[in-house]
């Protein structure tokens, strides 16, 4: 099974919401979809907060799951804003207010074949 990591980072919110939001988020992530691998990382290395930097390295298949599972999290985090990023090929999108178009633009990032 091949494995794809994903970098999602939050902003729009004060220190203390995005410390309490990125620990709701890992907990959607992972009830998504238990089998996928979540760590948080500090933005700022030079920072004591945990940071807001969340980490997803996503077996083949889940990425409608965690999509979904996202979607339902900016539910209660409305006035977040969430980057989702594949470095490796160089894909970001930007998830504000959450549609479902939205949701689907994410779910095309995360069941997205990677061309070798």
């Known amino acids: 099974m091949s494995s794809e990591e994903f970098v999602f980072s939050l902003s729009g919110l004060s220190d203390r919401e995005r410390e309490l939001a990125a620990s709701d988020l890992i907990r959607a992530i992972k009830e998504s979809d238990p ?56 894909i970001k999108v930007i998830l504000e207010n959450i549609s479902s178009d939205e949701a689907v633009r994410l779910a095309e990032l995360l069941t997205a074949p990677r061309r070798d």
Do not use: C, F, H
């Open 35 to 90: 089998t996928s691998v979540v760590e948080r990382r500090p933005s700022n290395a030079y920072a004591q907060d945990l940071g807001a930097t969340i980490i997803l390295i996503l077996g083949t298949g889940a990425g409608i799951e965690i999509a979904r599972g996202v979607k339902n999290w900016m539910g209660r985090w409305k006035q977040a804003a969430l980057t989702v990023e594949d470095k490796e090929r160089k």
